[in-house]
Structure formats: structure tokens, C-alpha cells
């Protein structure tokens, strides 16, 4: 029996603070429609998380996977609010104390060395998708409209990006 590349799709932020909620409603939109889709991706084990967390308790969940697709987020000030960046892993900005869950955490690309050093099986594919936000700090279930109306290209990228995991089987 041929192996499926085990692929998780991870939504990020915290849904009650406002854009930072983004990546959860593009992974929300995933699930939604990944059952009629799946027959696109037939060497693909698709899973879709939902987390609002990140440094070492991200790497543990992106553990025993093959391909992580990273839904967050991101505060540039480079392009337009709802701009919808694609980043492998070396281009994401690298926060040592920013935006963790804990002063005692450190960044994902910190956590991720981390756990190569330890023997972490960790996927070789990470890419991340991610939209300029606006509000991050405010509570609200509300996007801000930009952010809003960029979740269809969101979901585009990621639907782009299963296609080039199954192309690459």
C-alpha cells in the first residue's frame, strides 16, 4: 500500500481578538469544503487544527507530519491590510520574544531548531500563508472588512499549495 504524505493544515491566532482570528476562519473554510475537493489530493492525509498558540507547542503539533500548511495573521506594514503573503519557513519574520503565549517560549523557528537538536520528527515542507491583519489586540469575533475579503485567496493558496504536495508524490 502506497504511504499518503501526512498533511496538516494549522489555523492560527485567537478568534476573539479580532484579525488575529484569520487564520481559524481560512481553516474553518477549509473544512468546509475539503470533502468535496478531497478526490483532488488522493495521495494527501489531510488534517486541519485549529490552535491559538505557537514556538514549542506549535512545533509539538507540526511532530509526525510531512507537510505543515500555516494559516496566521502577520502585522508587516509593508502592503495593504488583507494583503495575503505566501512564506516558506526562512522568510517568516523570526520574533524571539514577541508574539509567544509565554515570557518562558521562544519562536517557531527557535522551537523548530530546538527540536531537530532533540530528534523531533519534524516535516520537511512548512509553508506559511498569512494576512496582513489590522486589529490583532481588540477583542471582537469581527474582521475588519480587508482581512475579511482576503479569506477566498487564502483558501486558494492553500487549495495551490495541496496541489503542489500531490503533484510532488
Given at each position: 500500500?502506497?504511504?499518503?504524505?501526512?498533511?496538516?493544515?494549522?489555523g492560527?491566532?485567537?478568534?476573539?481578538?479580532?484579525?488575529?482570528?484569520?487564520?481559524?476562519?481560512v481553516?474553518?473554510?477549509?473544512?468546509?469544503?475539503?470533502?468535496?475537493?478531497?478526490?483532488?489530493?488522493?495521495?494527501?492525509?489531510?488534517?486541519?487544527?485549529?490552535?491559538?498558540?505557537?514556538?514549542?507547542?506549535?512545533?509539538?503539533?507540526?511532530?509526525?507530519?510531512?507537510?505543515?500548511?500555516?494559516?496566521?495573521?502577520?502585522?508587516?506594514?509593508?502592503q495593504?491590510?488583507?494583503?495575503?503573503?505566501?512564506?516558506?519557513?526562512?522568510?517568516?519574520?523570526n520574533?524571539?520574544?514577541?508574539?509567544?503565549?509565554?515570557?518562558h517560549?521562544?519562536?517557531?523557528?527557535?522551537a523548530l531548531?530546538?527540536?531537530?537538536?532533540?530528534?523531533?520528527?519534524?516535516?520537511?515542507?512548512?509553508w506559511?500563508?498569512?494576512?496582513?491583519?489590522?486589529?490583532?489586540?481588540?477583542?471582537?469575533e469581527?474582521?475588519s472588512?480587508?482581512?475579511?475579503?482576503?479569506?477566498?485567496?487564502?483558501?486558494?493558496?492553500?487549495?495551490?499549495?495541496?496541489?503542489?504536495?500531490?503533484?510532488?508524490?
Amino acid at each position: 500500500m502506497e504511504k499518503r504524505l501526512r498533511t496538516r493544515i494549522i489555523g492560527l491566532g485567537n478568534p476573539i481578538l479580532g484579525d488575529d482570528g484569520v487564520g481559524w476562519r481560512v481553516a474553518e473554510q477549509i473544512e468546509k469544503e475539503i470533502e468535496a475537493k478531497q478526490h483532488l489530493y488522493p495521495h494527501l492525509w489531510i488534517d486541519i487544527q485549529k490552535f491559538s498558540l505557537g514556538g514549542l507547542s506549535l512545533m509539538e503539533q507540526m511532530m509526525d507530519t510531512d507537510a505543515v500548511i500555516l494559516i496566521d495573521a502577520i502585522q508587516t506594514g509593508n502592503q495593504p491590510i488583507g494583503s495575503v503573503y505566501r512564506l516558506n519557513i526562512e522568510e517568516l519574520p523570526n520574533y524571539s520574544a514577541g508574539h509567544t503565549t509565554s515570557p518562558h517560549d521562544t519562536s517557531l523557528q527557535n522551537a523548530l531548531e530546538a527540536g531537530k537538536l532533540m530528534g523531533a520528527q519534524l516535516p520537511n515542507i512548512i509553508w506559511i500563508i498569512a494576512i496582513e491583519a489590522e486589529k490583532v489586540y481588540e477583542f471582537s469575533e469581527q474582521l475588519s472588512l480587508p482581512v475579511e475579503q482576503a479569506i477566498p485567496q487564502a483558501c486558494q493558496a492553500v487549495w495551490e499549495y495541496l496541489s503542489q504536495l500531490e503533484e510532488k508524490r
